[in-house]
């Protein structure tokens, strides 16, 4: 087991979420289930080498954005295809964010964002800025425009 493990907590629906979040990451699998008679207790999955354990606790906590899970996307596919995923069930939020059908929230961000917005070029790096907080899902092309003036 890694040294430091997220832990989620949801009601009643830890196996659901478990099934649903490696369904939608290509490098993912469920590690274990843990039960009590035919009702989940713990469980885990592993996204991209990084381990989660699962609660199936009640309905005493809910999640908040106050943690999210930041995914580093390399095109506008990869972009597209998560946030189509994720958000099904969910809310769109502002800025690449979005809270899935659980509660869950996410930040589906492409690595060309913070390129350009590690910019030199100040005057480029926040036209990006601006055009970025006017965006749900973020919209690789839309970000060139701006960079480019």
Same mark, same amino acid.
Do not use: H, Y
């Given at each position: 087991m890694q040294k430091i493990t997220p832990y989620l907590w949801f009601n009643g629906r830890?196996?659901?979420a478990m099934n649903f979040y490696v369904s939608v990451?290509?490098?993912?699998?469920?590690?274990n289930v843990n039960r009590i008679g035919d009702n989940i207790v713990t469980g885990s999955f592993r996204l991209f080498g990084q381990e989660f354990?699962?609660?199936d606790g009640g309905p005493m906590f809910s999640f908040s954005p106050?943690?999210?899970?930041?995914?580093?996307?390399?095109?506008?596919e990869e972009v597209d295809k998560l946030?189509?995923?994720?958000?099904?069930?969910?809310?769109?939020?502002?800025?690449?964010?979005?809270?899935?059908?659980?509660?869950?929230?996410?930040?589906?961000?492409?690595? *060309?964002?913070? !390129? +350009?917005?590690?910019?030199?070029?100040?005057?480029?790096a926040h036209?990006?800025?601006? *055009?970025?907080? !006017? +965006?749900?899902?973020?919209?690789i092309s839309d970000l060139e425009a701006a960079y480019a003036g």
């Open positions: 830890a196996e659901e990451f290509e490098d993912a699998v469920v590690v354990m699962v609660l106050a943690i999210s899970f930041f995914v580093n996307c390399a095109t506008q946030w189509t995923r994720l958000v099904d069930g969910g809310e769109e939020q502002s800025c690449g964010w979005l809270t899935d059908k659980f509660g869950l929230s996410w930040q589906i961000i492409p690595s *060309a964002l913070g !390129k +350009m917005m590690n910019s030199n070029d100040a005057s480029a036209r990006v800025m601006q *055009a970025m907080l !006017k +965006m749900k899902k973020i919209i």
